[in-house]
């Protein structure tokens, strides 16, 4: 493998290991925040600001002179904050605040278990490694 492929994939693995990290202390983290007598959404709030915070300088370096393709897809970016990040925090968190953190866990990494098992009932095959 070349020296450049074997980088690229070092720093994709890396950001693998970091986000699932970031999310895994997520819930950890934020029961307290609920325990101390935040609200949900103000959880929700703090935890998107400080993402945003996080990921603003390397967004930046990434784009590098590239802004019209954010410009021509901002609605798609725009899409994915809402339904892929604060929806999905908004679900997560509203569960951590009704449930013991475990249980949620357990609930979100048996979803895509759930999806398999409703595409193979409604299609009838089974799915494919």
Known sequence: MPQGQQRARGLGVG????AALAFATSGPMVKPLLAAGWTPGAAICARLLLGTALL???VVWTLQGRWRTL??????VLAFGLL?????STCY???VDRLPVAVALLVEYTGPLLLIAWSWL???QPPRP
């Open 15 to 18: 950001a693998g290991l970091v």
């Open 56 to 58: 603003a300088g390397p």
């Open 71 to 76: 410009a021509a897809e901002w609605r798609l």
């Open 84 to 88: 892929g990040v604060a929806g999905a």
């Open 93 to 95: 968190f509203l569960a």
């Open 122 to 124: 409604r299609t009838r």
